[in-house]
């Protein structure tokens, strides 16, 4: 079953509904919706498999927790690393083939010329060609 679950703000009812749902129902798949980054940022943290914001039109990246390697899931060392410039590329590739996987009609959305360079290398590496006004599959 899969729940989505809209939320403004800050997010937090978002992120106590989530954290009853999947209390109630462990095997959901809850998607969170946020009016901007910090409410979808709350409801990921109470539990959401994934999130988008109005704000980018990306699904969120992955979330990692504390420790490093939890139940084999080890934590990228990119993002160990310090490097807040890396981290945050990191965190928008990971943003960019999560949407393209899931989601390849908001990547269409896009607006090519408010992409970066490296977003543009990443949409390319992804299959996508950004030489027009929107993305278009190659």
């Not at 896009?110 to 950004?130: I, N, P």
Request: aromatic share 4%.
């Amino acid at each position: 079953m899969e729940i989505l679950v809209i939320d403004g703000q800050g997010g937090r009812i978002g992120q106590q509904l989530i954290k009853a749902i999947l209390t109630r129902y462990p095997q959901v798949e809850v998607t969170a919706i946020g009016t901007n980054s910090l409410a979808t940022s709350a409801m990921l943290k109470g539990g959401a498999s994934q999130g988008a914001t109005g704000e980018n039109a990306l699904l969120e990246h992955r979330q990692y927790t504390k420790p490093a390697d939890w139940r084999g899931i080890k934590v990228p060392d990119v993002l160990l690393s310090g490097d807040h410039a890396k981290v945050d590329r990191f965190r928008r590739d990971e943003a960019l083939a999560k949407t393209n996987e899931l989601r390849p009609d908001l990547i269409e959305a896009l607006d090519c010329s408010k992409l970066d360079k490296a977003d543009r290398k990443t949409l390319m590496a992804l299959g996508w060609e950004v030489s027009g006004a929107h993305p278009r599959q190659r």
